[in-house]
């Protein structure tokens, strides 16, 4: 299985040449696996978050920059601390509610990245993708769902229904396969606990191996949209982020990358 495919691969390109241009290692002579300078330890975590396929927006969100309601926190917090175990033993979350971005997706991408930290396989897509898996630049996803640790499904709620589609089923089909087999599981949507049952009916399979936690608070999007004239001239990833950057080392270590 190819691990990048090719807009990856030239992604990567342009961020490392990025990261070495703004490196303040003055003895740094580029991407040393050796010395492991600052620039290399970061390219290597980004290369893992693309291959993980968390969308870039949420590459520097931490848990104590999100603005949501401290109850929200401490499920992280509680799944983070037992994180072995949960994937072990195949454990995950749904977050659900019809309010949009009050930071479904923002908690499930910073318990991703834990995963990716401490080594994990951890593997982000749209509900809608896994359906559409032929049509899909990715075209192994179901190779990528079988094969990860850690596997997280965004907006299923926004799944495109065909007429006498048989859609619901597929996607129940999928959960009623993987579920009982250990692999551990976030899922984001806007439906409520009785929507997801109503179109997949299998609330009290994921009841088994899922916490389902009901989100509510204040939508973000509109913070975001007045920051857009500064997004516009921005880079879309600041690498000398500090997030970025404690994130990288942590996922350094221990690791040996001198292969």
């Avoid at 396989?121 to 190779?143: G, P, T």
């Avoid at 857009?228 to 221990?254: H, T």
């Amino acid at each position: 299985m190819e691990r990048f495919i090719k807009k990856e691969v030239e992604y990567l390109i342009k961020v490392k040449t990025k990261i070495t241009s703004i490196c303040k290692n003055k003895k740094c002579t580029g991407f040393d696996a050796i010395n492991k300078c600052e620039c290399f330890k970061k390219f290597v975590y980004i290369k893992e978050l693309v291959h993980s396929k968390i969308p870039r927006d949420y590459w520097m969100l931490s848990l104590k920059r999100m603005q949501i309601n401290n109850i929200y926190k401490q499920y992280i917090k509680k799944y983070v601390n037992n994180l072995d175990n949960a994937i072990e033993s195949g454990l995950g979350l749904m977050y659900c509610g019809p309010k949009r971005g009050i930071g479904k997706t923002t908690s499930m991408s910073i318990i991703g990245k834990e995963a990716i930290k401490r080594g994990y396989e951890v593997f982000y897509v749209i509900a809608q993708n896994i359906i559409d898996d032929r049509f899909s630049e990715e075209k192994n996803i179901l190779e990528r769902i079988k094969e990860c640790d850690l596997l997280l499904i965004d907006e299923l709620d926004k799944i495109i229904m065909r007429n006498e589609s048989n859609i619901p089923k597929q996607l129940e089909n999928l959960l009623r396969e993987i579920l009982p087999n250990k692999k551990a599981i976030i899922i984001c949507t806007n439906f409520t606990e009785e929507e997801v049952e109503e179109r997949f009916q299998i609330i009290s399979l994921m009841k088994r191996y899922m916490k389902i936690i009901p989100m509510d608070g204040k939508d973000f999007s509109d913070s975001l949209a007045e920051r857009w004239e500064k997004r516009l001239e921005a880079d879309d990833v600041n690498f000398n982020d500090e997030v970025l950057i404690r994130d990288s080392q942590q996922y350094f270590e221990g690791r040996n990358y001198e292969k």
